[in-house]
């Protein structure tokens, strides 16, 4: 029992008092209607992608900070030579970064691998088939994820796909097409057998939506575009998802867990628990100020590049980018805080708007620090984006119709009631509606994650990057980190450097 309550503490729902939130009570126990007897397991996953490394610094560093959206952030030195590579390149195979996404991308998958042993293999627990495919689904869509992660990051990897013995931990690096294949695979399973929602009580565990979004952006990545739309569809044709959430109140915690969300990591906080069950991603992006303004590491600004990215009076530069005052301007939060000046008290003139957090929690917290913010892994919008990008690369009329349909529907909900911006997109050769739609996820998704891989999967990482002044970056060597150092001295030479390092 305390075990399970170890392991089932990290939450479901996100309440400003949290009180044993996600344990098991004496009436609920063994396990409540709707979940199952692997469920201490299957948590140890989720509570996983709320770890430092999975979804904190050096996923922030790796997927934000190496492309155009963002700089460092912070004083020049913070961060030292690990950071600071990450941001202008190159990345040298002992950067400890690399190395921290690399063991614990794979600790998450271990984590899969367990749960699924126990689903396939212990016989002292007793559950009906149903619910054996059920938790083996969530946790082949968290694997599946991870490994998306890792090819992203570092190409060749090695595929584990079960519980290994100590003789057989020495595995060699797939090809990255096999690795795409395995994860295709995964999430293939877990969206033919994961349910459409879950009790309110279980909010933010995987659902079918969730691995169907997921699996459209893995063929997007991989140019599959008949299968990226017919995967993306399946999430804008199940009624379930919607654009109704104002943008700029979707990365509010008011707008977690929204019809905007398609899978978001939990996260939640109190004055008790400040840190525990929370994760440690709006921290290292808050601002880095005096007093009440000491909010974080003030890592990830947003760039002037992205700054001038945006069209004329596009009300999502406002609810991305947070501009500190000057001597000659008195700048506000969304919440009417006056905020700091730029450079007498922060070192930094922009920080990122996305993981602002609601001083009425920080009150009840006790806390600045915003470890209860939730991680936006995957939006509607973006699946509404994915479908229109792998439509029109189909090509012809009506493929060419249903882009331009999905891309207006993202700008509409961005314009609001003001019918003198963002006006729709209405052409329909294909390379002004391709281009149109580059704009409008780098603008729609700006900071969340996505620039850097859409870069590298468009083939013009070096262009967009040297123009942003990262000029030592090269495609042939940086699309993809080094394989870690230290990894390819465990294998003794089993794991083979990536090119150009």
């Not at 004083?75 to 690399?102: E, H, K, R, Y």
């Not at 013995?165 to 595995?171: G, K």
Request: charged share 20%; proline share 6%.
């Amino acid at each position: 029992m305390l075990a399970i309550t170890a392991i089932l503490a990290t939450g479901c729902r996100k309440f400003l008092d949290t009180e044993n939130q996600g344990e098991y009570t004496a009436e609920d126990y063994p396990y409540p209607q709707g979940a199952g007897p692997y469920d201490p397991f299957i948590f140890s996953a989720y509570n996983y992608l709320r770890d430092y490394n999975v979804h904190a610094a050096p996923f922030i560093v790796a997927t934000s900070i190496r492309s155009d959206d963002a700089d460092k952030g912070s004083t020049p030195t913070d961060g030292g030579p690990d950071v600071i590579s990450m941001d202008n390149f190159p990345v040298l195979p002992t950067n400890g970064i690399a190395n921290a996404l690399w063991v614990n991308y794979y600790n998450l998958i271990n984590r899969c691998n367990t749960a699924i042993n126990e689903v396939n293999n212990n016989q002292a627990i007793q559950a009906e088939p149903s619910i054996k495919t059920q938790a083996e689904a969530e946790m082949r869509f968290i694997r599946g994820y991870g490994y998306f992660m890792l090819v992203r990051l570092f190409g060749r990897v090695p595929i584990i796909s079960r519980v290994l013995e100590v003789s057989e931990s020495n595995v060699p690096q797939s090809d990255i097409a096999q690795v795409y294949a395995f994860i295709e695979t995964d999430l293939q399973y877990a969206a033919a057998n994961l349910p459409p929602a879950w009790d309110p009580k279980f909010i933010g565990r995987a659902t079918s939506g969730s691995a169907y979004g997921l699996l459209a952006k893995v063929f997007l990545t991989e140019k599959k575009w008949g299968a990226a739309v017919s995967a993306a569809n399946t999430v804008i044709n199940s009624g379930r998802y919607n654009l109704s959430t104002p943008y700029d109140q979707i990365f509010r915690e008011s707008g977690e867990n929204s019809s905007e969300s398609v899978f978001e990591v939990q996260a939640t906080s109190s004055a008790r628990t400040p840190t525990q069950n929370g994760v440690q991603y709006a921290n290292i992006q808050g601002v880095r100020g005096p007093g009440n303004f000491n909010m974080g590491w003030g890592w990830n600004t947003p760039s002037t590049t992205l700054e001038n990215a945006y069209e004329p009076g596009d009300p999502r530069r406002q609810s991305t980018i947070l501009y500190a005052s000057t001597t000659a301007a008195i700048s506000r939060s969304i919440y009417g805080e006056p905020l700091p000046v730029y450079p007498s008290e922060v070192p930094n003139p922009r920080y990122n708007q996305k993981v602002y957090t609601n001083p009425t929690y920080r009150t009840l917290n006790n806390d600045r620090g915003g470890w209860w913010m939730n991680v936006r892994v995957l939006r509607y919008a973006d699946v509404m984006l994915i479908m229109a990008e792998a439509a029109n690369e189909l090509g012809g009329a009506s493929n060419s119709t249903s882009a331009v349909s999905a891309l207006n529907a993202v700008r509409t909900r961005a314009r609001g009631t003001n019918a003198n911006i963002l006006p729709p997109v209405q052409s329909t050769n294909q390379e002004e509606i391709r281009q149109a739609i580059r704009h409008e996820r780098r603008i729609e998704l700006a900071m969340e994650h996505d620039r850097f891989f859409d870069l590298v999967r468009w083939g013009i990482a070096d262009q967009a990057l040297h123009a942003a002044g990262k000029t030592n970056f090269m495609s042939s060597r940086d699309a993809l980190l080094p394989i870690p150092q230290a990894q390819i001295d465990l294998s003794r030479g089993l794991l083979t450097q990536n090119p150009g390092y």
